[in-house]
Nanobody, 127 residues
Framework: QVQLVESGGGLVQAGGSLTLSCAAS????????MGWFRQAPGKEREFVAG????????YYADSVKGRFTISRDNAKNTLYLQMNSLKPEDTALYYC????????????????????WGQGTQVTVSS
């Protein structure tokens, strides 16, 4: 069983920064591909960023490329999302998720390729 707990959300002004953390339980974090998603009210859950376990290859949605950075600390079983130059349209509930082992490095943006999800942390960006 894997448990994921996000933290670090909050209220920030446009142009500001936040760093989200996702603490993972269990011994499989270091060999799991991971992702961040977000969901705004009335919208579908959308991919934000992903990172592979083997060499730390990263993937980003076009909307956050150049502003957000995903990283991981396998020794601490923790996934991070550094968010800079935040915009009001970044307002959403942010989730971390573990990618299924069978999906490999394909389909990071596919919600269906993740098997464990955290409860989410709210990020609100004011204009």
């Amino acid at each position: 069983q894997v448990q994921l707990v996000e933290s670090g959300g909050g209220l920030v002004q446009a142009g500001g920064s936040l760093t989200l953390s996702c603490a993972a339980s269990g011994r499989t974090f270091s060999t799991s591909n991971m992702g961040w998603f977000r969901q705004a009210p009335g919208k579908e859950r959308e991919f934000v960023a992903g990172i592979s376990w083997r060499i730390g290859m990263t993937y980003y949605a076009d909307s956050v490329k150049g502003r957000f950075t995903i990283s991981r600390d396998n020794a601490k079983n923790t996934l991070y999302l550094q968010m800079n130059s935040l915009k009001p349209e970044d307002t959403a509930l942010y989730y971390c998720a573990r990618k299924t082992a069978l999906s490999g490095n394909a389909g990071y943006a596919d919600v269906g390729k993740y098997d464990y999800w955290g409860q989410g942390t709210q990020v609100t960006v004011s204009s």
